[in-house]
């Protein structure tokens, strides 16, 4: 696929769906923080707004002012859309979002499980949920993968290192490599780990995670990869 223009500024507005749940407005807040301008998105606008004011209280005035939105209006307004969804509640906001999502960078962060049994993983027909994402939306919007493996708690823990990779996944290389300098932004290793259909893998190590948190009774288990050279 060829480079998509949105990749190629640096003064990205990243809007983020279901940015008032914990996982969501972990992210918002990391994002916020380290500059770049956030977009509360929530089925309810005035919700939204809410947490913006909450976390433009927490920032200080130094930082850029955080905004709240209905989901659709904070996509529009947005060039990268980070969807902070579970799979099993995704279809409907997908539909509200279609329109909005064209021609931008969108953020999956979901993962494929079993839902009776979350330690398992279930990939969807279209292989994975990134994939299936990507079918919705077309092929103007640029699907990538990102954050399946890091567990919410440690996205929560907002003034803590992170010491877990990233993998990147997307049929597009510039959308990929522009996600990555947005994740090494807020602090977190990134990498690229290739193509659109190797999310399935990527989306299948949550359970992997998830399983390996219950035997040994954690909840931040993630992942390291070694020899990679690190910038």
Known sequence: MPNHPITQSPNHRIAIIG???K?????????????????????????????????????????????GYSNRDAAAKANIVLLSVPYDGMKPILEDLRDAAQNKIVINIASSLDPERKSRAKPPAAGSVTAEVQQFFGDTAKVVAAFQNISPEKLEAVDEKIDSDVLVCGGDKAARETVIELIRRIGIDALDAGVLANAIAVEALTAVLIAVNIKYKVKGAGIRLTGVPRE
Do not use: W
Request: hydrophobic share 50%.
């Open 19 to 21: 940015g008032t749940g």
């Open 23 to 67: 996982e969501g407005n972990a992210l918002a807040f990391r994002f916020a923080r380290a500059g770049v301008r956030v977009l509360i998105g929530s089925r309810d606008a005035a919700k939204a707004q809410n947490a913006a004011n909450e976390m433009n209280a927490r920032l200080g005035a130094a930082a850029l002012r955080v905004e």
